[in-house]
Every structure is written in C-alpha cells, then in structure tokens.
C-alpha cells in the first residue's frame, strides 16, 4: 500500500523554474535518505539529487549543482525539487525514490542500486 508520488512537472521554457513535489502514504519518507533520478528517452536512468533522512545532508549531480536544490519536510511526508535556470538537457522523466539509507555527512546515496522504493515519475519537459 506504499506509494511515492510525483508531481509538479510540465512544460517549460529554457530559463524558466520548476518545483517537483513527492508524497507518499507510508513513512518511508521520514526515516530514509530520498533522492530525485531522471530518465530522457532511450538512457539510462541517471542521478540527480538526494538528502538525509533528516535533511541535514544533501549531495547533488554535477549536472545540476548550484541549479537545483533538494528539500524534505518530515512532517508533511514531503521530498521537493527546485529546479531553477532549466535548459533541454533537463528534459526527461522525474522519480522519486526511497533508499534502503538513512544518509548523514559522511554519505549519502547516488547509484541506482541504492534505491528500492520508486514513483511512477513526472514528465517535465524544457523547451528552447
């Protein structure tokens, strides 16, 4: 009966800021690390961003550092995606996902391995 949901995605104009939201009806989302992959047509799914179990840490793909930021809100059972400055590459399928980790600053998880709980994704899309 677990499920992480997606939402928040579109279409966009390059430049533009867009703020992805996951919920889920479990707790997963409050006792585990989180983090956001992405997946344009015909790749592999790929890394984005991800965040402690508490918040307190968080580790991003050099492909959008510094353009986008990762929040979670423990209370509300929420994980979120600011992105921001958006460009083609940014295109693809958003998922939220749930990590066998609890993450801290010594580490947080960033391979696909590394997560078992998956939404069904957003679909944003970034036009020039």
């Known amino acids: 009966q677990d499920h992480l949901v997606e939402s928040g995605g579109g279409s966009v104009q390059a430049g533009d800021s867009l703020r992805l939201s996951c919920a889920t009806n479990g707790r ?8 956001w992959f992405r997946q344009a047509p015909g ?13 307190d840490s ?3 793909a050099d492909s959008v550092k510094g353009r986008c930021t990762i929040a ?7 994980l979120y995606l600011q992105m921001n400055n958006l460009n083609s590459e940014d295109t693809g399928v958003y998922y939220c ?3 066998w980790t609890r993450g801290g600053v010594n580490y947080l ?3 696909y391995g ?3 709980y998956w939404g069904q994704g957003t679909q ?3 036009s020039s």
Do not use: C, M
């Open 28 to 35: 997963a989302l409050s006792s585990q690390s989180l983090g």
């Open 43 to 55: 790749k592999e799914r790929e890394f984005v961003a991800s965040i402690s179990w508490n918040g």
């Open 58 to 60: 968080t580790r991003y």
């Open 72 to 78: 979670r809100d423990n209370t509300r059972n929420g």
């Open 97 to 99: 996902a749930a990590s």
């Open 109 to 111: 998880p960033h391979t």
């Open 114 to 116: 590394e997560f078992y």
């Open 124 to 126: 944003v899309t970034v």
